[in-house]
């Protein structure tokens, strides 16, 4: 195997537009976590990972009335963000959407959320921080956390020369999960 083709890389240009590269030993990747309250920064984070969506999923074909359903929707959302936050996660990452009813929930739960995070990014975390991927939340149990190191999101300016039309300067957002406990991946 080519050690090219194992190791993401993600570039960012300094204001003099010369490349900088540094060896991250975790992953890097280009995610921001759902809510600016939420923590973005933690040191040594317990992790869960789960496949999906975390949504109501309601009946079809059956007539009900707008009240029961929001109600059913808001019980359902808080037994499952109850049952995740039973493993004491410090950070969630979601395969597909997340509820916003579950967003305000998690956020409460002081647990940070990554939403829409692409499959094969999530192998690549679960991998490195000896997390498994949890199909849904009946599934879920202790043996499914990872961690690592430090988890941070770092904000950096993606081209100095560009504006953008607010007359902001476009800026690229990362994640990182740095200090993974198995030496399976770097960035």
């Known amino acids: 195997m080519e050690f090219k083709s194992w190791v993401p890389n993600t570039n960012l240009s300094k204001d003099t537009g010369d490349l900088v590269s540094v060896v991250v030993k975790g992953v ?81 739960k002081d647990i940070t959320l990554v939403l829409n995070v692409k499959r094969s990014l999530l192998e690549r975390i679960a991998r490195c921080t000896g997390t498994q991927i949890v ?10 956390l990872g961690y690592c190191e430090i988890f941070h999101v770092e904000k950096f300016p993606e081209d100095l020369t560009r504006v953008s039309q607010g007359g902001k300067k476009p800026v690229k957002t990362l994640m990182f999960f740095e200090g993974c406990p198995k030496p399976l991946g770097c960035t």
């Open 28 to 108: 890097v990747c280009k995610k921001n976590v759902a809510h600016r309250r939420m923590t973005s920064k933690v040191d040594k984070p317990r992790m869960l990972i789960l496949g999906g969506a975390l949504e109501y999923q309601r009946v079809i074909n059956l007539l009900s009335s707008v009240d029961t359903l929001l109600q059913q929707e808001t019980d359902h959302l808080k037994m499952a963000v109850a049952k995740i936050a039973s493993f004491k996660p410090d950070i969630l990452l979601v395969e597909k959407s997340v509820s916003r009813y579950a967003q305000e929930y998690l956020l409460a």
């Open 135 to 144: 199909p849904s939340i009946d599934h879920l149990s202790s043996q499914k």
